[in-house]
């Protein structure tokens, strides 16, 4: 495999809906900085050259203008991609009435054109910290075919009890892992909850509640990736609406470990958990912003980031 410099793709199509306003430019740092500019540091850092925003439409010019134009500031060359509703397969419409995106999935598909070399992917309101963005780099950028021909992927992977919120349900990708730490599958979680000292799910709207381990290794959507990738996504695109839309058509949601998932059962890829001792934060609902702002002042405070702008 020929080795390519790693882009960053960051997800930030989403409209903040149950944190109740645009939080991928919330200023949230010391110095006013977005959640966003934290992982853009620390990608800078680890050594990704190349960002790829994908973006709602609607936002564009909000996001140049703050988030985008910070990056450029950082060095990094910028891309965009859109997540609109209308880029289906072949053969498929937008269901009628239908506003919400088509999940993380459909968005990284939207970028197809742009990610030309291998890459990771996050979400545009979660904080990482630096140790994940240097394990992910260094998988990428080294990343070589698998014996069996199998696709090098990877994930950084964090426990479940550093990453619920006590404000709200959260989503995230339940993993389960060889002996070796390598993937074996993720299956996501859309409501999960804190219930006084443990944490449960439930998939029938509360009728029922399964523990969770707090230990439980869950993805944030810290992924890597290869470009092949794309055609396993696209692949499975046109089976998951076929399915799917005529049961939930205005909810239904194409997920990045539902394309993982498939490719582990097909034998086509082996997936990499890194594990990152750091922090996860992240802003949910917007009760959960005192405590990041906090704990970022914190981080500055300590030297892990610059006291006044990070660019």
């Known amino acids: 495999m020929n080795k390519q410099q790693p882009i ?3 997800m930030a199509a989403g409209m903040g809906s149950r944190y109740g306003g645009l939080k991928q430019i919330d200023p949230v740092g010391p110095a006013g900085e977005a959640i966003l500019d934290y992982s853009l540091y620390d990608a800078r850092r680890a050594g990704f050259k190349t960002v790829v925003f994908i973006i ?9 203008a703050s988030v985008g134009a910070r990056a450029e500031k950082a060095g990094l060359e910028v891309r965009y991609a859109y997540q609109t509703l209308d880029k289906l397969p072949e053969g498929f419409a937008v269901p009628e009435s239908r506003v919400k995106p088509f999940g993380t999935a459909h968005a990284v598909l939207c970028a197809a054109d ?6 990771a992917v996050i979400n545009a309101d979660d904080y990482y910290g630096p140790q994940g963005f240097a ?12 014996p069996g021909g199998k696709a090098p992927w990877a994930m950084v992977g964090f426990l479940l009890g ?3 919120s006590e404000n709200g349900s959260v989503s995230r990708g339940v993993c389960d892992l060889d002996e070796a730490g390598r993937l074996v ?6 409501r999960i909850e804190v219930q006084g000292r443990a944490i449960r799910y439930t998939e029938d709207d509360g009728a029922a509640w399964v523990e969770l381990d707090p230990e439980s290794v869950v993805s944030m959507n810290l992924w890597g990736f290869t470009p092949d990738f794309l055609e396993r996504a696209r692949e499975g695109f046109a089976d998951f609406l076929r399915q799917n839309l005529p049961a939930n058509p205005l909810k239904c949601e194409y997920y990045l470990p539902s394309v993982v998932t498939a490719a582990l059962e097909a034998g086509t890829a082996e997936v990499r958990v890194l594990t990152s001792a750091d922090k996860w934060h992240g802003i ?3 009760e959960d912003k005192p ?3 906090a704990a970022l002042r914190r981080m500055s405070e300590e030297g892990l980031y610059p006291k006044d702008h990070l660019f």
């Open 114 to 119: 742009v990610l030309d070399a291998p890459f």
């Open 284 to 286: 949910t609902y917007r």
């Open 8 to 10: 960053l793709a960051v």
């Open 56 to 64: 709602k439409p609607e936002i564009d010019e909000a996001f140049r």
């Open 291 to 293: 405590a990041l702002v």
């Open 185 to 190: 599958s993720v299956t996501e979680r859309t």
């Open 162 to 164: 550093n990453t619920v």
């Open 135 to 146: 394990l992910i780099y260094e998988h990428l950028a080294k990343a070589e075919t698998v």
